[in-house]
């Protein structure tokens, strides 16, 4: 059976530690989809959504194991639509793992089958932050070196 994990998250945007998430975890699965959460209705991001679906595509441009879409359902619902059986996180610091504790458990409470598996950051990466990066780049500051794509 093919071992499928999904990647959940904003990814507002899309940054290095994100990407070496998924790099390193090509070691373990066969197939990584890279799944942005995204309500029209509900969310306002900073960089738009089909932008950013563009720019991860291009990420992963030679690397067909890794596909992108964009979700407006539980994370638990799509894995079982994809045929996935595995979530990908990556944990930064505590404050990372106490949030991820509390959604892998209430993920596997909606999806039995589903098994959260954690990367633990590459120290050069755990500072990057979307969050930090959307601040800086509001600000006009030039935050190139923590994306994996021009902007
Ligand atoms: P969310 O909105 O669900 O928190 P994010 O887009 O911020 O999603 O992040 C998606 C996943 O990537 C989360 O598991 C987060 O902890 C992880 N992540 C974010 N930045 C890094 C980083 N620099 N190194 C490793 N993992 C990271």
Known sequence: MKRI???PGSFDPFTKGHED???RSLSLFDEVIVAIGFNSSKNKRYFEIDFMVDKIKTTFKETPQVSVLVYNEL?????????????LRGLRN???FEYENSISQVNRHLNNDLETVFLITSPVFSSVSSTIIR?????GGDVQEFLPYEL
């Open 21 to 23: 998430i998924v790099l």
């Open 135 to 139: 601040e800086v780049h509001r600000y």
């Open 5 to 7: 994990a999904i990647f």
């Open 75 to 87: 994370t638990a619902t799509l894995a079982d639509k994809v045929g996935a059986n595995f979530l």
């Open 94 to 96: 505590t404050t990372d």
